[in-house]
């Protein structure tokens, strides 16, 4: 009897919750449906991007018709008509909106004459349209990722014993921002650790690409130069501070087949290969740097000059692969070396003197410079990394011989408008 009456209680709970459940369903399923019609649909992703590029196209034909900042006079209208705003305050706002006018078409005036002047220049063209193009979009922007490193390595021989150096400086990472308006650029990088205070390492880069020629100038000053020494069989660990350098790297390059062969399409983008074609270059290289280490002071001062080659590889509309090599030949020197002599007892620091010794020219010397990229390109984007490598070599291996490295890589992605 007892397990009817649990049984019966069981099911005439189940039909309760059913009905429970029925029942909400009926009354609550119409109430989130008209609270769902009433909710105002969100704009997705693909339409304020519509929106995003009507505006550009909007900002482009007024820059067209020489109004590019009066582009939004149409909008203000329309707002201001839609506005419940008295007549009397209209009447005001627009007796002050006609003597900004008044200023923005002066303004206007001045940037169209500005503009046609790039433009001429901008699409001027000296070079074979069937290999090379300019972007239409006037603006372009990117956002880099850049990496770059350097190390030391010297082989000395002062005693007849050899004693080799291998050091390597801290990697430097910097994020950047470049805007450019019709092949002009600006950049603005920044070193997240170096703001962090946890790298005191500083290195500037500035460098300039066209077709027909273009230069590199980097700069670097580190005190993290950290590795080892090898000497008499036993190995002594270097720590960061004991070295610092501060080194300046130059380089130039000229391409012959500048008419069809575009540093730029690789490297800053304001141009676009359309076919895989290559050139060879002439340049000149200098690589100056002072290095101390433990009371001695190398100077390095080196003028090259060498010949390479350069190629874009195009296998498709999106893809561009860059590879170029340009080896030049040390045709001045001026290298040597400065340490402290041996004190005397009862001498003050300012007091001992320096020896200073010239380093002898060892054929080859040689400063070399590499670069490679990698472009993918869609619609108005463009995404990819580029790298430059800067090797050195000067002195002689009998004597005391220096070899530094020196690369950065840079990710990078950007649009046009």
């Given at each position: ?19 429970v459940v ?39 034909q007024?820059?067209?018709r ?34 900004i006018?008044r200023?923005l ?13 790039l433009?001429?220049n901008?699409?001027?063209?000296k070079?074979?349209t069937?290999?090379?193009?300019r972007?239409?979009?006037r603006w372009?922007i ?17 005693d ?6 291998k050091?390597?400086a ?9 805007v ?24 500037f880069?500035?460098n300039?690409?066209s077709n ?7 700069y ?79 100077r390095l ?6 010949a ?12 561009l ?23 005397e ?35 108005n984007?463009?995404?990819g990394?580029?790298a430059?490598?800067n ?6 291996e ?5 070899k530094?490295?020196?690369?950065r890589v840079?990710?990078f ?5």
């Amino acid at each position: 009897m007892n397990r009817r009456k649990m049984k019966t209680g069981s099911m005439v709970m189940l039909k309760a919750s059913f009905l429970v459940v029925v029942f909400s369903m009926g009354v609550l399923a119409p109430a989130i449906a008209q609270n769902g019609q009433n909710r105002k649909p969100r704009k997705k992703l693909k339409e304020l991007l519509m929106m995003a590029d009507s505006l550009r196209l909007q900002l482009r034909q007024s820059a067209d018709r020489g109004r590019m900042l009066q582009w939004g006079d149409s909008l203000l209208m329309a707002e201001l008509g839609k506005s419940k705003m008295s007549e009397k305050k209209k009447q005001r706002f627009m007796k002050h909106y006609v003597k900004i006018q008044r200023r923005l078409s002066l303004y206007d005036r001045q940037l169209f004459r500005g503009d046609s002047l790039l433009a001429a220049n901008y699409y001027k063209i000296k070079y074979d349209t069937t290999y090379i193009s300019r972007p239409h979009a006037r603006w372009t922007i990117k956002l880099r990722g850049n990496l770059s490193g350097a190390d030391l390595e010297t082989t000395a021989k002062p005693d007849g014993t050899e004693t080799h150096t291998k050091v390597m400086a801290d990697c430097r990472g910097t994020l950047s921002m470049a805007v450019a308006y019709r092949g002009l650029g600006l950049g603005l990088a920044v070193n997240p650790a170096k703001l962090a205070g946890k790298n005191q390492d500083f290195e500037f880069n500035l460098n300039s690409y066209s077709n027909r020629y273009g230069f590199d100038v980097v700069y670097l000053s580190s005190k993290t130069f950290h590795g080892h020494q090898e000497m008499g069989g036993s190995e002594i660990d270097i720590h960061k501070g004991e070295i610092s350098q501060k080194a300046l790297n130059l380089n130039f390059y000229y391409a012959f087949n500048y008419r069809k062969f575009s540093f730029p399409a690789a490297f800053s983008q304001s141009y676009i290969q359309k076919r895989s074609a290559g050139s060879w270059m002439v340049g000149a290289s200098f690589d100056g740097s002072k290095t101390k280490v433990k009371g001695m002071t190398i100077r390095l001062n080196e003028l090259a000059l060498g010949a390479g080659y350069g190629y874009n590889l195009v296998p498709s509309s999106h893809l561009l692969f860059h590879l170029s090599a340009l080896p030049t030949i040390t045709v001045y020197s001026h290298d040597y070396t400065k340490m402290r002599a041996e004190a005397e007892e009862g001498s003050s620091d300012t007091e001992i003197p320096t020896v200073k010794n010239s380093m002898k020219y060892h054929f080859p010397s040689a400063i070399i410079t590499g670069r490679g990229a990698a472009v993918y390109s869609w619609r108005n984007k463009f995404a990819g990394a580029t790298a430059v490598y800067n090797f050195s070599v000067a002195g002689d291996e009998d004597h005391l011989q220096v070899k530094r490295n020196k690369w950065r890589v840079r990710m990078f992605f950007g649009f046009r408008f």
